[in-house]
């Protein structure tokens, strides 16, 4: 593998399972179809005459991390909006669970179990913890045709989604507004990881974050992991790429420039391959 | 915490919570309201000794009731991060299309039927446009105000028509037992927006698209259509009052109300909902509404002169926007 051209597209091979076949060239482990949760394949977005994202294909297991690194502007964001239903993709196909899928809403998406953890976090601040957590899964009690919010049962299931996160939050009826950053983290994540979902996807889940509290995001994001659930983030940092994930995907101009077992990377080969540079160049700047 | 919280904790927390609470200003900031009110019973009720005769209580709430259904619809659209200014004007259209309806011979039924209809439709104007044409609410509901007032002049041609039916008699001087029946209209009002705003899904998703639209639609709540509730509740509501403004004067007047634009806003900003949108209460902007009829009442009995009472009206207002600041 020569990282000094890291721009050797992915194998272009436009059949139904790419990435399942002959991905090694690339660097990557080819996974097997069985434990392979998602799969984007040869996917591209593109809004009018700019292409966002050109043909890409990554995948990600469940009980893995997978990490997507890449400057600003190289796509990512754009491509985790195909997956999360905000964008259609222009082009490609991505398979979930090993079935099709065409989202056309962030809902579509959250329905087939794909959530994501927005960099906003889309949070309430004037609503309680337990009234975000259900923010529009509200639990009701029917009396014919009126139905009223059931809170004792939200209440209860809000905490114990905490809980099973090991989520420290004084009571579960604080307004978010009075909650720290990483605690805001916590609940977003709390709050996608349950439902059912088996995908979660982080944007820059610590960008806001200071050293405790990202500790605290970082053990919350590994239990989701050991829980069997696919998590694919989005991070610029890299201490946190190769501390957290099992594989990596670096993304450049829209286009995949590779994959990596995490553990058989090093930060300084990501960054070649982020900037096009070669390691020798990284290393003697350094 | 969630995993060792035992009864007595928890019951400690709460003990704790509450007397953290009384030294917060920002407690004090969201009951601007009740406390107000209570120091102006004090006052009135030392002042004069007339003020807190039943007949003066009934009196007070009887003339509150319109302002507090009013103040109900404008505190929905407050708490969406809008404003309804063009409330007082669709009173008025209300009223003047049940004058109307009524003079034709129609029956009193269809007449209020009629007269809400016309409002309500007024709000789902308001909301089609501010939610679906995305311009800013104060324009819409200015623009309506100015529409529903001149639509009200069309209509009467100018001319205000004496109402004679039993039955708004009826409603507007009888009582079921000691409390009238505007107190009773006021109070389901009240008491239905509030089980609304805090028991219902909808309740939640107009706090959160007033609070964080951004927040509320990344989580799949369609924000028009509770916007466009909101005003249709307000347009609603503003209907209802109308049929009680047509009985309490017995004539559809095609007047502009604009006391009552006013005051409804004004009652909801002393009851503690956010002017930015997402946090409030229903029973805040009733005691509001409340607040600002005992305070008229107090200074009419006091023969303190008419012209002085919006000078106060004013000048609570802007005090309790003051301390509003502490709002957590």
């Known amino acids: ?35 392979v949760l998602l799969l984007v394949d040869n996917v591209s977005k593109w809004f009018g005459a700019v292409h966002a994202v050109t043909d890409v294909s990554i995948w990600a297991r469940s009980g893995e991390i997978t990490a997507i690194v890449g400057d600003n502007g190289a796509g990512k964001s754009t491509l985790i909006k195909c997956i999360s239903g905000v964008h259609t993709p222009t082009s490609g196909q991505i398979m979930f669970g090993g079935e ?9 998406a959250r329905r087939a179990g794909i959530e994501t953890v927005y960099q906003t976090l889309a949070l309430v601040d004037d609503l309680t913890i337990w009234q975000n957590m259900f923010l529009n899964r509200e639990r009701v009690k029917r009396f014919g045709p009126l139905s009223f919010l059931d809170r004792g049962v939200m209440q209860r299931e809000s905490s ?39 995908l979660v996807i982080m944007d820059e889940p610590t960008a806001a974050l200071g050293v405790r509290e990202t500790a605290r995001v970082e053990e919350l994001i590994l239990r989701l992991r050991a829980d069997g659930m696919a998590v694919l983030i989005i991070s610029h940092n890299f201490d946190q790429v190769m501390r957290l994930s099992n594989q990596v995907w670096v993304m450049r101009s829209g286009r995949l420039v590779g994959g990596r077992r995490t553990n058989e990377t090093s930060g300084t080969e990501l960054v070649a391959m982020i900037t096009g540079a070669t390691e020798e160049q990284i290393a003697r700047e350094e | ?104 011979g129609w029956g009193i039924a269809l007449a209020c039927v009629l007269a809400v209809i016309a409002s309500t439709l007024v709000g789902l104007i308001n909301g ?53 029946y505007f107190v009773i209209i006021a109070a389901v009002v009240a008491i239905v927006g509030h089980i609304v705003l805090f028991h219902t899904r909808f309740g939640t998703h107009l706090l959160a698209t007033g609070g964080e639209p951004e927040a509320a639609r990344a989580m799949g709540i369609d924000t028009d259509r509770v916007k466009i509730a909101a005003y249709v509740i307000s347009g609603f509501l503003a209907g209802l009052a109308s049929i009680l403004l047509t009985a309490r004067i017995g004539a559809a007047e095609p007047a502009a109300n604009t006391t009552f634009l006013l005051n409804s806003v004004a009652a909801v900003v002393l009851g503690g ?18 607040l600002l009829t005992a305070l008229v009442n107090g200074l009419t009995l006091l023969s303190v002169p008419v012209f002085y009472q919006p000078l106060a009206v004013g000048i609570i207002v802007v005090l309790a926007a003051l301390l509003m600041r502490y709002q957590r």
């Open chain 1, 100 to 108: 099709p899928a065409r989202f056309s809403s962030p809902e579509d």
């Open chain 1, 160 to 198: 114990n989604m905490l809980s099973r996160l090991q989520v420290n939050i004084p009571t579960i009826n604080a307004r978010v507004r009075r909650m720290s950053g990483g605690q805001r983290q916590a609940i977003a994540i709390s709050r996608a990881a349950s439902w059912g979902s088996r």
């Open chain 2, 128 to 180: 089609l446009v501010i939610a679906k044409g995305k311009i800013t609410d104060f324009i819409v509901t200015l623009g309506t105000l100015s529409a529903a007032a001149g639509a009200a002049l069309v209509l009467s041609n100018g001319e205000p028509v004496t109402v004679t039916s039993v039955f708004l008699l009826r409603l507007a001087t009888g009582s079921l037992g000691p409390i009238p």
């Open chain 2, 273 to 290: 909902v956010s002017l930015f949108g997402g946090r409030g209460t229903v029973v805040g902007p009733v005691v509001g509404a409340l």
């Open chain 2, 1 to 104: 915490m969630s995993r060792t919280t035992t009864p007595e904790m928890a019951q400690q927390a709460r003990i704790v919570l509450v007397l953290q609470q009384l030294r917060d200003p920002g407690f004090w900031a969201d009951w601007t309201a009740v406390v107000a009110l209570v120091l102006l019973v004090i006052v009135f009720g030392i002042a004069s000794p007339t003020f807190l005769s039943w007949g003066n209580v009934q009196a007070i709430l009887v003339a509150a009731a319109i302002l507090v259904m009013l103040s109900v619809g404008q505190a929905y659209v407050i708490m969406t991060a809008g404003i309804d200014l063009s409330v007082a004007s669709v009173l008025t259209l209300g009223s003047v299309v049940l004058g109307q309806t009524i003079n034709r």
């Open chain 1, 1 to 35: 593998m020569n990282p000094t051209d890291p721009l050797t597209p992915p194998p272009a091979d436009k059949p139904t399972s790419p990435a399942l076949s002959k991905d090694t060239s690339n660097g990557a482990t080819a996974p097997s179809a069985s434990d």
